[in-house]
């Protein structure tokens, strides 16, 4: 008995460093990846050009992005069926009003258009929206879900994607660089 | 509530094997700054089966693991009626991939891409084989060398009354035979 005792104990230690070498690296992956959202799609377009778009309003004014250069643009994805849209409704609008140097421009995201009418007639609207038909512009804005809002800077570089309801102290984040530290 | 979905996938399947209606308003949009590679299939049902092959390769990006071709989400519809216009202005697939993954990043991407990291994904699996399988080998090929040595013969107990079984033991072998 005595004498395999120490032999035992050496196979058990390599049998568990190789079992943590595996286990370990697995379980680290497994951590990181349920600490993120899986639904959350990284961004590649912070920084680059905006796409240009050239759409009309629910009004039936044509909006062009190339016309908005030289001011803040915000362009805010939404739809009536959106929940988290209706959240973020109001600070958008209270921004669009305290703000009038910004252009604040939505982009209905695979809803209908009466809709949508209906919906900024009651919920207020202080900026126009815009139609996309077939989702041609939310494609090249790689939107993945509503909201998706994206802040263009002057120049016409995405500034930032937000993904989700945003809050006023986040829009003021997002403009307060770009404003020129107008109050 | 089951009828009611019924109708909607027979709406859906119908309208996806009938021709997309086209609206004059909507100008098929080229890929901003890159020019389509080649002539579009002539005949229509082969864009259609070139835009489905590629559309099985993006990611429904509103969906959990299916790809833009398999789901019926207004998300992946988009899509597929975006792969379509590309297939029919004569994007090929690795355009239209590579405008895909400038929106939206790899992700888009069912299958990664086999570059840098994403190798670990492709030859992983591969390698853990090769790992697993030497290790048995290894660990068979010692059992069968302990094996093989002779066994050395176990010290004679002490004990008489184990001393007389034993000899019984060994007396009683050739007789089980002669019993059966």
Redesign the interface.
């Given at each position: 008995m005595t004498p395999e005792r120490p032999r035992r104990g050496r196979v058990n230690l390599v049998v568990l460093g190789?079992g943590l070498a595996i286990v370990l690296p697995l379980v680290a992956l497994l951590a990181s990846g349920f600490g993120s959202n899986?639904?959350e799609?990284?961004?590649?377009?912070e920084g680059a050009a905006a796409?240009?778009f050239h759409l009309v309003t629910l009004e039936g004014v044509e909006v062009s992005l190339d016309d908005l250069r030289g001011d803040p643009v915000v362009l805010n994805f939404w739809s009536t069926w959106c929940q988290p849209c209706r959240l973020e409704h109001p600070a958008l609008q209270r921004a669009a009003q305290a703000w009038p140097d910004v252009r604040f421009l939505g982009v209905i995201y695979?809803d209908d258009a009466e809709k949508s009418r209906r919906y900024l007639a009651q919920a207020g609207s202080a900026y126009p929206s815009l139609v996309d038909?077939?989702?041609?512009t939310?494609?090249?804005?790689?939107?993945?879900?509503v909201p998706e809002t994206f802040v263009i800077a002057p120049d016409g570089t995405i500034a930032h994607k937000h993904v989700g309801p945003l809050s006023p102290a986040i829009l003021q984040q997002y403009l307060a660089p770009l404003r020129g530290g107008q109050p | 509530m089951i009828r009611l979905w019924l109708a909607v996938c027979l709406a859906v399947s119908v309208a996806w094997g009938a021709p997309e209606p086209v609206?004059p308003?909507?100008e098929p949009?080229p890929i901003?700054g890159v020019a389509p590679s080649g002539a579009p299939p002539a005949d229509p049902a082969a864009i259609d089966d070139t835009a489905r092959r590629i559309a099985l390769g993006l990611r429904c990006?509103?969906c959990?693991g299916l790809s833009a071709a398999d789901s019926t989400s207004?998300?992946a519809v988009?899509?597929q009626?975006?792969v379509r216009?590309l297939v029919a202005q004569g994007y090929d697939q690795a355009q239209i991939e590579a405008f895909?993954?400038?929106?939206?990043?790899e992700?888009?991407l069912l299958a990664p891409t086999a570059d840098g990291v994403n190798r670990i994904v492709w030859l992983g699996p591969f390698a853990m084989l090769v790992v697993g399988v030497g290790?048995v080998l290894f660990v068979v090929g010692r059992r069968t060398e302990a094996h093989a040595a002779p066994a050395p013969a176990p010290p004679a107990p002490d004990d008489p009354y184990a001393q007389a079984l034993l000899a019984e033991i060994a007396d009683d072998s050739p007789t089980a035979e002669d019993r059966a």
């Open positions: 190789l899986p639904r799609v990284p961004s590649v377009l796409p240009g695979n038909p077939g989702g041609r939310a494609i090249a804005y790689g939107v993945a879900g | 609206d308003a909507q949009t901003e990006p509103v959990q207004p998300a988009n899509m009626r975006r216009e895909f993954v400038s929106k939206y990043g992700w888009v290790a």
